[in-house]
């Protein structure tokens, strides 16, 4: 089994390497690109407030010091790379001064992470056994009248569906609550009051993910069922008298399972994209809503926390899946270990 | 297999045209929006007798429906029907733009990495890939946040450098497939020169999966700006569908139920994604014969 | 001699955008019990539909037109899907051309042979394995290879499991659809050989389709020759190879070089397009003994000597 | 004329997948050092090999579409290695090639006939448009082809044997030294393959010698003058077709020529193969170990056939590569 061992330091290697590289050239992208963000800080103050403080260029050079900003680039980069590699931190944040960035990112992290991992597997889930379905049953009514909608409702941004779902049914038809994590007047704790009461808040801003999230994964899982149908050893099964069921889970589902799984890999990235603006939408007390938050504010330090630990977390599942690969494709498994 | 019985080109793209609803769908669909934005400034300036769509106060606010305001005016009195033509037009605009630039960006990319093969082939999909699985969106807004002027071009050239790995994505493998193909290695022992392969041997075969590239990009560009604006990024100047819809939420027209408002612009924008896809969906239905044998469409 | 299924006017089509391909359209004949039947014919001669019409596989979008096929007492075309899934494997066995993608890829050999046996048969996992290596070792593998995954075999290799797979369970028929095109000529070789034997042993019959005719020549006992949607000559294989009757066969039979014989002669003309089948006789535009009559009369096909049909209009009346 | 025209020695070629540090790299040794010369004088001479034996690499190598590993092609004895564009450009006129595919060698964007006008404008073969008119219609005729017919169809609209004849119009207008057919026919049906293979009997008659690549022995048979067998990456035996064809000498075309099916029903095979030794090749082994190629697939296979592997002897008019043969002791 060492081969076993081989593959999985390597994979990890491979994936470090990915995040300094991209942690890199995430750095180094913002820090180039023209404007800073004390000076761009301290213009908006100047701006929400018309009062004119005397914001000298003393001051904004004082800022800059105290936030480390007048240093070097390169310098900048190894005190940023070695602060957050070896002691995770991401440095203060602006608004909530002194208060450290990683403070702020580590209570909204759990949030989202509940979120976000619940509608993406349930999506997919879903998406894949629909899409088995109405691919299985390709040219019927049930496929006439589920694939066109799919077809559509995968094109919404989730974000844009947000929208409609918070204006529909919480504000005209008041069934869901439009903000907040769970009830106001609860205690958090292991109760099962406080336990619905988050599903129940948590409930919209996962439907319009997995709304549209399900419907992108049942397309593409009909289209690779109608493909796999020509395939000769789905026709030689058939020939085999199987029972579909059998047919369906063993040389359909069983097959479809390594694209799809690189489909969630690839696409989980897109998703985060789309979460951020969801949770904003929703004050879902998420990485995404501090990060828009964070927006308005202009609070640099946490900006780049929430890229940064957003960009760990895709990378995360990204290995998982890459490390699951083996056990779903037996040609990986006896091929490249 | 497409089995065309014409001989030129135009005979040709008509019968790929016909060959495939969801293309067909699609194609119309975008059309039909292209039009309306190239339309745009005439429509406007007749109708608000050459005011800006965007001034505020031209009208009295949240009128209802009238032949004068087919979708009534907003919190600001200004023409709801105006708005969404400008905002078309520059959400279009912008994708259309950043859309090109990714593709070309792309196209080049994946010609050379797909032409020269080996290390830097796997080098430029391992890129690929790995700016494909990072959340991008944040550090796009990041970006334009901390920017020192946010117009216009430099939006569109941001939203570029972000979409082109959607269109890298879809056009790598293809070229990769292509140039496989016996009539490159047949154009090789007959003296043609690299670059006249590249252009008149692999483009022209390849041009269907530089649309469907471009079509993605175009869509992811105006996803992400869209996104951008919703949350109040990017210059206010030029109202984007994204920024109508930025409006309507700040105005409480979501929680005021001014439907019209937060949901014209929403359904324009699912028209454009909807239409593009079906661009893609169609192609694909036209040159991936197989998917095509299979379902009969 | 009693006939173990028999097709009648069988039409399989394909709905195209210019319209119907019709592929195979028009055949009857009968298959003898215990004997090896070979089908012939270049490519795009609707040999494989064919064989998919009579098994029932053919997908959207092809569709049966017309036809009877009658095996063990009925009529497989108007058959309920589940009686048909009782006859396939069991009775009715099929051996797909292997060496390419005839095997589920994330499935071990093994499993993909007991899910044909615990389908149709009572029998328990642990008897179910065995009989998988007995399968196996019945066409010359060793039971190791019931472990592996079709990637791990060569395309002979994937195409001896097809036939072990589709032999495990002894069906009275099977239907073999190019199960050694694409292989070098040793593997080949002992293929036909393997299903030769298979069939002595096992009692079955075989229907065996091959577009190179020296296949044929090697272990079938009658031969169909099929041009165009339907058949042009059925004979027994020496009756055949020595005096073929039908002006295509003749062209077939010269046109292929071999070690015996250096002279070949090409057919003139091209294979006509199945969406539009010359009128009258489908060979006339090619044949060179056409008579006037064969451009306005299809030839039936009629049994010249015993048992020896051909469908041209230069014999009888 | 009987010098060299072009000279493969000890040529090995090894694929690899280009790996980039953690993304692991593969090799397969193609082709184990092949030697092959083709003389000047023109003859056929036939490649054979069953799939994987390497013998497409062998014509991607001389067309220059890949570089050797290790080991010399020699061009009328000069090295293509150390060669400039403008050498490539002379080559390219003097050695071509029909490709196994018919289908795919057309680019499906252009008309047919522009193949033809490609090769004469790159070779500048005519001066004016009415001289390359002229020459492509004559050049349509000389494989049978009516110009009428031919000239602005898509290659869609037409047959595969048709396709591959164009093919040969474009060897006739370039008029090469050597020609390399990669199994030109084995994508056509087989009532049209004569019809081509008369036509490059007739091209041996204006002087282009053809190495015909195939997998087919009977279509060896039928037109090369002399035959090379291949095996795996290796030349095992070789020399006159009439002689390697009735008489062979290594176990490996004696098995392969009495596998080939006869279309003669009153002359079967006899001998039942054994499945265990020829169906099961060890998984694994691959080219460029030590010991004979064919070591576990011989029924003659001795105890130093394992470790030694046997020189490719040459006697007056073959060539073969066995212990059995007793000068290879």
Same mark, same amino acid.
């Given at each position: 089994m060492r081969a076993t061992h081989l593959y999985i330091i390597k994979k990890v290697l491979l994936y470090c390497l990915i995040f300094m590289v991209s942690l890199s050239a995430f750095f180094f992208f913002i820090n180039l690109v023209p404007g800073d963000p004390v000076t761009r800080y301290v213009e908006s103050m100047r701006a929400q407030y018309s009062?004119? +403080?005397?914001?000298?260029d003393e001051l904004i050079r004082e800022y800059k010091e105290a936030f480390g900003l007048d240093k070097p680039l390169f310098t900048r980069y190894i005190y940023y790379m070695r602060e957050l590699i070896l002691k995770q931190n991401f440095g203060p944040?602006? $608004?909530?001064?002194?208060?450290?960035a990683h403070e702020l990112i580590l209570s909204a992290l759990p949030w989202s992470i509940g979120l976000l991992g619940f509608s993406v597997v349930i999506a997919w889930v879903l998406g894949m056994v629909i899409g088995t379905i109405v691919g299985w049953k390709r040219g019927t009514g049930l496929d006439h009248s589920i694939t066109p909608i799919g077809l559509i409702v995968s094109q919404i941004p989730p974000y844009l569906l947000a929208l409609l779902l918070l204006m529909v049914l919480?504000? *005209?038809?008041?069934?869901? !609550?439009?903000?907040?994590?769970?009830?106001?007047?609860l205690e958090r704790g292991f109760t099962l009051q406080f336990l619905l009461s988050l599903l129940y808040h948590a409930f919209l801003p996962s439907l319009s993910l997995v709304l549209v999230y399900v419907s992108a994964w049942m397309i593409s899982q009909r289209a690779l069922v109608i493909n796999l149908l020509g395939e000769d050893y789905v026709r030689f099964a058939e020939a085999k008298g199987l029972r579909s069921t059998r047919l369906v889970s063993r040389y359909i589902l069983r097959n479809t399972l390594l694209p799809q799984t690189t489909g969630l890999a690839m696409s989980l990235g897109f998703i985060i994209n789309g979460s951020f603006l969801i949770e904003w939408i929703f004050r879902y007390p998420g990485i995404g809503y501090l990060f828009v938050t964070a927006i308005m504010a202009m609070d640099y330090n946490v900006l780049m926390g929430c890229v940064v630990v957003s960009m760990f977390f895709v990378l995360l599942a990204n290995l998982l899946i890459d490390l699951l690969y083996p056990l779903i494709d037996p040609r990986i498994r006896r091929g490249g270990w | 297999m497409l089995k065309e019985t014409g001989t030129n080109f135009l005979v040709r793209s008509s019968r790929i045209f016909k060959s495939s609803l969801k293309l067909r769908i699609g194609i119309i669909l975008f059309t039909l929006l292209v039009i309306s934005v190239i339309l745009e400034p005439a429509i406007n300036n007749y109708r608000l007798g050459?005011?800006?769509?965007?001034?505020?106060?031209?009208?009295?606010? /949240?009128?209802?429906?009238?032949?004068?305001h087919p979708l009534g005016t907003d919190h600001y009195g200004r023409d709801v029907f105006a708005l969404l033509l400008t905002g078309l037009k520059y959400s279009l605009l912008i994708g259309l733009m950043a859309g090109g630039l990714a593709t070309f960006i792309a196209v080049s990319l994946a010609l050379i990495a797909g032409y020269k093969g080996g290390r830097l082939e796997t080098l430029v999909t391992t890129f690929t890939n790995a700016v494909l699985i990072i959340p991008l969106w944040p550090i796009l807004a990041i970006a334009v946040l901390f920017v020192e002027r946010a117009d216009l071009m430099l939006i569109i050239v941001i939203l570029a450098f972000f979409s082109w790995p959607w269109a890298c994505r879809q056009i790598t493998p293809q070229i990769a497939s292509l140039k496989e193909r016996p009539y490159i290695e047949l154009a090789k022992v007959s003296g043609l020169r690299d670059l006249e392969i590249m252009f008149k041997e692999i483009l022209p075969n390849f041009l269907p999966y530089v649309i469907v590239g471009f079509s993605y990009a175009v869509a992811g560009a105006i996803m992400a700006e869209t996104a951008l604006r919703l949350v109040g990024?990017?210059?206010?100047?030029i109202p984007s569908l994204g920024l109508l819809i930025n409006w309507a939420m700040y105005t409480g027209a979501l929680a005021q139920q001014h439907y019209v408002i937060v949901l014209s612009p929403i359904l324009l924008l699912v028209l454009i994604f909807v239409s593009l896809n079906f661009i893609n969906i169609g192609l694909d239905e036209v040159y991936n014969p197989r998917l095509k044998k299979i379902t009969g469409l | 001699m009693q006939a173990i299924l028999e097709v009648e006017n069988l039409r399989v089509y394909f709905t195209t955008i210019e319209g119907?391909?019709?592929? $195979?359209d028009g055949v009857s004949f009968r298959v003898y019990n215990k004997e090896i039947l070979g089908i012939a014919g270049e490519s795009g001669c609707g040999k494989s539909t064919l064989i998919e019409g009579i098994l029932r596989l053919v997908k959207p979008p092809g569709y049966i037109k017309s036809g009877k096929v009658f095996f063990a007492g009925s009529d497989l075309l108007h058959l309920k899907e589940r009686n048909l899934r009782k006859i396939r494997w069991k009775e009715l066995s099929y051996i797909p051309?292997?060496?390419?993608?005839?095997? %589920? !890829?994330?499935?071990?050999i093994e499993e993909q042979i007991v899910d044909g046996i615990v389908t149709h048969t009572d029998l328990s996992g642990e008897k179910a394995k065995e009989m998988t290596s007995s399968a196996l070792n019945a066409v010359?593998?060793?039971?190791?290879?019931? =472990?592996?995954?079709?990637?791990?075999?060569s395309g002979g290799m994937r195409q001896r499991v097809a036939i072990a797979m589709s032999t495990c369970l002894r069906p009275s028929l099977v239907l073999a659809d190019e !199960? $050694?095109?694409?292989?070098d000529v040793i593997m080949q070789r002992l293929n036909l050989q393997t299903i030769a034997e298979l069939k002595e042993r096992f009692g079955m019959t075989v229907v065996l389709v091959a577009h190179d005719m020296a296949c044929h020549a090697e272990i079938c006992d009658r031969i169909c020759i099929m041009y165009a949607g339907r058949l042009m000559e059925i004979g027994i294989v020496d009756q055949l190879f020595q005096k073929p009757l039908h002006p295509y066969t003749k062209g077939l039979l010269e046109a292929v070089p071999s070690l015996q014989r250096r002279r070949v002669k090409s057919i003139a003309g091209l294979a006509p397009s199945p969406l539009n089948w010359p009128r009258g006789c489908r060979f006339h535009p090619r044949?060179?003994?056409?008579?006037? +009559?064969c451009k306005k009369k299809e030839p039936a096909l009629r049994?010249?000597?015993?048992e020896h049909y051909v469908a041209c209009h230069l014999y009888g009346d | 004329m009987t010098e060299k025209l072009l000279q493969l020695e000890k040529v090995t070629k090894v694929f690899r997948r280009a790996g980039l540090g953690l993304v692991s790299e593969k090799t397969t040794r193609?082709?184990?050092e092949i030697s092959l010369t083709m003389y000047g004088e023109p003859t056929i001479v036939a490649l054979v090999g069953e799939s994987g034996s390497g013998k497409s690499t062998v014509c991607r190598l001389i067309l220059g579409l890949e570089k050797t590993t290790s080991g010399q092609i020699l061009y009328e004895g000069r090295d293509?290695?150390? @060669?400039?564009e403008k050498d490539w450009k002379n080559y390219r006129k003097e050695v071509q090639i029909v490709f196994q595919d018919p289908y795919g060698t057309?680019?499906?964007?252009?008309?047919?006939?522009r193949v033809l006008w490609t090769v004469i404008k790159k070779f500048h073969l005519a001066s004016s448009d009415r001289e390359s008119r002229q020459l492509v219609d004559q050049s349509l005729e000389a494989v049978g082809l009516r110009p009428r017919e031919i /000239? =602005?169809?898509?290659?869609?609209?037409?047959s595969g044997g048709e396709r591959q004849r164009i093919m040969l119009a474009r060897i006739y207008l370039v008029k090469p030294n050597l020609l390399v057919c990669?199994?030109?026919?084995?994508?056509?049906d087989a009532a049209l393959r004569a019809m081509f293979l008369e036509h490059l009997r007739d091209f041996k008659k204006l002087g282009i010698s053809c190495l015909y690549i195939t997998h087919d022995l009977n279509i060896a048979y039928f037109i090369a003058d002399s035959v090379v067998i291949l095996c795996t990456g290796q030349i095992i035996e070789s020399g006159k077709t009439e002689l390697v064809v009735t008489d062979p000498l290594h176990p490996y075309t004696k098995e392969l020529i009495s596998s080939?099916? %006869?279309?003669?029903?009153?002359?079967? @095979?006899t001998e039942k193969l054994d499945a265990e030794r020829v169906g099961?090749?060890?998984?694994?082994?691959? $080219?460029?170990?030590?010991?004979?190629?064919f070591y576990d697939r011989c029924?003659?296979?001795? *105890?130093?056939c394992e470790k030694n592997r046997p020189p490719l002897l040459k006697s007056k008019d073959r060539e073969v590569a066995c212990f059995l043969i007793p000068e290879a002791n």
């Open positions: 009062y004119s +403080i005397p914001v000298s944040s602006f $608004v909530a001064f002194p208060r450290p919480s504000y *005209a038809l008041g069934i869901f !609550p439009a903000g907040a994590p769970y009830a106001a007047h | 050459g005011h800006e769509s965007t001034e505020i106060g031209l009208y009295d606010a /949240l009128l209802p429906f009238t032949f004068e990024l990017g210059p206010g100047a | 119907d391909c019709k592929s $195979v051309q292997g060496c390419m993608n005839a095997l %589920n !890829p994330v499935l071990r010359g593998m060793p039971s190791e290879v019931a =472990g592996m995954y079709p990637h791990e075999l !199960p $050694v095109t694409a292989l044949c060179p003994f056409q008579k006037k +009559i049994e010249v000597d015993s | 193609a082709l184990d293509v290695s150390q @060669w400039l057309y680019n499906p964007f252009y008309r047919v006939d /000239l =602005g169809r898509y290659p869609h609209q037409l990669d199994e030109p026919v084995s994508m056509i080939i099916p %006869n279309p003669d029903p009153s002359k079967r @095979w099961l090749q060890k998984l694994g082994k691959g $080219v460029g170990e030590q010991g004979c190629i029924r003659y296979a001795m *105890a130093k």
